[in-house]
């Protein structure tokens, strides 16, 4: 799987769209962009993924670039129940399971 | 519908002895994998079971070991605790090959 980068930590005020990157530049064609998030000491939460398309949920959106080589994820309106770790993550959807994690960004929510 | 569940939520062995985690996966969910995750890194891949197949082992010694049952669910075994294996267990269930959605975890202290 290819490896991702991303910032160690950010802060956002709370209201304000949260834009968090990653680059991912060895990508291939068939792996796919998948977010989680964890809230200290819980389970990854799922958030997204993508391919090549940008993609929109209840949670965030995903815009990846068109050479695929990099995206955000964006939280619209963060609260503070957004602070967290978000990781983002790149694989293949194709039996393989595995999710490599990194350190992810340390998102701070600030009131 | 319930979530990924795991039991117990915490549990305190000391060196030497052995230790049993359970998983019963999301309904309808055929794959099951399980995480380490120490403090202040993210989690490591230990295994993925498909229809009560391995298919995946993460880089972890023969003191882990797996196995899926029948209905699905799973136990995560490790013999002979060592310090270094206090950490939070982490199972995540998907369909196969697609999304995988992780439980709350097992904090796991070894004394």
């Known amino acids: 799987d290819a490896k991702t980068t991303q910032p160690p930590s950010m802060d956002c005020a709370e209201g304000r769209a949260a834009n968090l990157p990653c680059n991912h530049s060895?990508?291939?064609?068939?792996?796919?962009v998948y977010w989680y998030r964890q809230i200290h000491s819980q389970g990854p939460q799922y958030i997204i993924h993508?391919?090549?398309n940008n993609e929109t949920n209840e949670m965030a959106s995903l815009i990846i670039t068109e050479d695929r080589k990099s995206s955000t994820l964006i939280l619209p309106h963060a609260t503070l129940r957004d602070t967290a770790v978000y990781y983002c993550?790149?694989?293949?959807?194709?039996?393989?399971?595995?999710?490599?994690f990194g350190t992810g960004t340390r998102l701070t929510i600030i009131p | 519908d319930a979530g990924v569940t795991q039991s117990p939520t915490h549990l305190i062995k000391t060196r030497g002895q052995q230790v049993t985690l359970r998983c019963s996966p999301i309904?309808?969910?055929?794959?099951v994998s399980w995480y380490q995750q120490v403090l202040g890194q993210g989690p490591q891949f230990i295994f993925q079971?498909?229809?009560?197949?391995?298919?995946g082992r993460g880089n972890f010694p023969d003191r882990f070991s797996a196995r899926q049952f029948p209905n699905y669910s799973s136990e995560l075994n490790v013999n002979a605790l060592l310090l270094g294996d206090s950490a939070l267990y982490l199972c995540?269930?998907?369909?196969?090959?697609?999304?995988?959605?992780f439980g709350p975890g097992t904090r796991l202290t070894v004394l």
């Open positions: 995540a269930s998907s369909r196969g090959g697609d999304t995988a959605y």
């Open positions: 993508g391919l090549k």
């Open positions: 309904s309808g969910h055929k794959s």
């Open positions: 060895t990508i291939s064609g068939n792996e796919y």
């Open positions: 079971y498909y229809e009560k197949e391995e298919r």
């Open positions: 993550i790149v694989r293949s959807d194709f039996g393989n399971e595995k999710l490599t």
